[in-house]
C-alpha cells in the first residue's frame, strides 16, 4: 500500500514562503530561478489557504447563551 505524503504545516511553509522571498529579494536572480521560486511560493500559499479554510470550518465557539456556534453558521445546541 501506498504510503501518504505528509503535508508540511503552516509553520513550516511560512519558513518556505521566507525562504522563497529572500531569493526573489536577491539582485542577481535568473529569470528562471525568480519564476521558479514563485510558482513554488503560490503553491505554498494555496496549501496555506486550504488549510486556513479547514481549520475555520472546524472552529467553534461558545456564544452568550451557552450554545456552541460553528465558525461562519447558526448555532447548535448543547
Not at 23 to 33: A, G, K, N, P, S
Not at 57 to 73: A, D, I, Q, R, S
Request: charged share 35%; aromatic share 6%; glycine share 8%.
Amino acid at each position: 500500500m501506498a504510503e501518504k505524503t505528509k503535508q508540511p504545516g503552516l509553520e513550516e511553509n511560512f519558513a518556505r514562503l521566507e525562504e522563497l522571498i529572500g531569493e526573489l529579494d536577491r539582485e542577481d536572480i535568473l529569470l528562471e530561478e525568480a519564476f521558479r521560486a514563485y510558482s513554488a511560493g503560490m503553491a505554498i500559499l494555496k496549501q496555506c489557504n486550504d488549510q486556513i479554510d479547514k481549520v475555520e470550518k472546524e472552529v467553534l465557539k461558545l456564544t452568550e447563551e451557552g450554545e456552541l456556534e460553528e465558525f461562519g453558521n447558526g448555532s447548535i445546541s448543547i
